[in-house]
């Protein structure tokens, strides 16, 4: 049982770069999230989706964008990569919105060069 | 803007002592307040969550006690093991159906 699977784990961009982060659940979860996580700042959430086909903002939604095609996939992307955009990126998800436990990947290591 | 944050970002504890990781809230209208581990190189993991309309919680060696007079979250370890050195965070959903705000985070370190 994989869980929650970001792909890739690292990866080195070039300012003005475009990228599109996978996440992937086989828990056949309704919500899925995108959060980012920088030094002293906690999760912040970037964009979730409450369904296939659905996407909202969350906190943090500028310069990046989302898709939610599959029930089970979970897209980032980012169209013109910013040093500010180097984070850790966090994909979870969970059975309902106001579920409390949600299930995180194991992260991506984005730096923006 | 964030509503759920933390008093220390770090906590350094003798292995067997007990550990309180303390979280301030300004939200009342918060309808669960939980926490989170994160190991390193790891995502975050669900540890407990405590109802607004409760003060306290039991787990396996983690207690959450919950104040809301004055908007104070805690999560007390129990004989705080190597095993326990991690980042803690605290996290509400600020309405039903809402996802989760985190706060910013303390990290346990467990001195043996």
């Known amino acids: 049982n994989a869980g929650v699977t970001q792909t890739p784990k690292f990866r080195v961009l070039k300012t003005g770069q475009s990228m599109t982060l996978l996440c992937a659940q086989d828990?056949?979860?309704?919500?899925m999230y995108w959060y980012r996580q920088d030094p002293g700042m906690g999760l912040r959430l970037i964009h979730y989706s409450v369904g296939e086909g659905t996407t909202a903002k969350g906190e943090v939604p500028d310069g990046y964008n989302v898709s939610r095609l599959k029930k089970q996939n979970f897209l980032l992307g980012l169209e013109s990569a910013a040093p500010s955009q180097t984070s850790v990126y966090f994909c979870?998800?969970?059975?309902?919105?106001?579920?409390?436990?949600?299930?995180f990947g194991q992260g991506t290591r984005l730096t923006v060069v | 803007g964030e509503s759920v944050g933390l008093h220390l970002p770090t906590l350094s504890v003798q292995e067997g002592d007990n550990s309180i990781i303390n979280c301030a809230y300004s939200n009342s209208a918060s309808d669960y307040f939980i926490w989170y581990k994160q190991e390193s190189g790891k995502g975050p993991q669900f540890i407990i969550d405590i109802r607004s309309n409760m003060d306290k919680r039991q787990g396996q060696r983690v207690t959450v006690l919950l104040n809301k007079t004055v908007k104070h979250l805690s999560l007390q370890i129990a004989a705080t093991q190597p095993g326990d050195s991690a980042v803690y965070f605290c996290a509400e959903n600020k309405r039903r159906n809402t996802p989760l705000v985190f706060g910013k985070g303390t990290r346990l370190s467990v001195i043996a």
């Open positions: 979870a998800s969970s059975y309902s919105l106001g579920n409390t436990e949600a299930f």
């Open positions: 828990m056949n979860h309704e919500y």
